[in-house]
């Protein structure tokens, strides 16, 4: 399994799902960083949505 980038929504989010195994896999990606390489959470879009409505 290659490691996977994601914003800090989506490790959070990813934190409670995941076992700490998989969690292994995962780096958040600093902020200044997402608008460049994104998220890669099939989770992404619908945390974002949430939070602003």
Do not use: A, W
Not at 28 to 47: F, Q, R
């Amino acid at each position: 399994m290659e490691i996977e980038f994601v914003c800090s929504v989506c490790y959070k989010f990813l934190s409670t799902v995941y076992d700490k195994r998989r969690m292994k896999h995962l780096r958040v990606i600093p902020d200044n960083m997402l608008h460049v390489d994104g998220c890669k959470s099939m989770y992404h879009k619908k945390l974002t949505d949430s939070f602003k409505s």
